[in-house]
Nanobody, 124 residues
Framework: QVQLVESGGGLVQAGGSLRLSCALSGRTFSSYTMAWFRQAPGKEREFVAAISWRDITTNYRDSVKGRFTISRDNAKNTVYLQMNSLKPEDTAPYYC?????????????????WGQGTQVTVSS
């Protein structure tokens, strides 16, 4: 049974930074493609970023390109989301997700495992 536990959320002013972490347990981390999604109240779930297990291919939604960076440490079974130049519209709970194999798709339905979420709040 795969378990995902997120951490690192919080309250930050616009222009600030946060780093989210997601630890995977229960399976071999290196065989999973990992992703971050977010879902603000009253809105649909949005893909944020993903990173493949095989060749470290990354994928980002357009609105976070150049501001967010996804990375992974297979030795620590952890994926990270470094978020810089945060904007109020980035406010949402952020969810970590995992799927077997390639590619790092933006489709949330392709992901098999989900964490409980960590709240990111950006004040203006």
């Amino acid at each position: 049974q795969v378990q995902l536990v997120e951490s690192g959320g919080g309250l930050v002013q616009a222009g600030g930074s946060l780093r989210l972490s997601c630890a995977l347990s229960g399976r071999t981390f290196s065989s999973y493609t990992m992703a971050w999604f977010r879902q603000a109240p009253g809105k649909e779930r949005e893909f944020v970023a993903a990173i493949s297990w095989r060749d470290i291919t990354t994928n980002y939604r357009d609105s976070v390109k150049g501001r967010f960076t996804i990375s992974r440490d297979n030795a620590k079974n952890t994926v990270y989301l470094q978020m810089n130049s945060l904007k109020p519209e980035d406010t949402a709970p952020y969810y970590c997700a995992a799927k077997s194999g390639f590619p790092p798709t933006t489709n949330g339905h392709a992901y098999d495992y989900w964490g409980q979420g960590t709240q990111v709040t950006v004040s203006s």
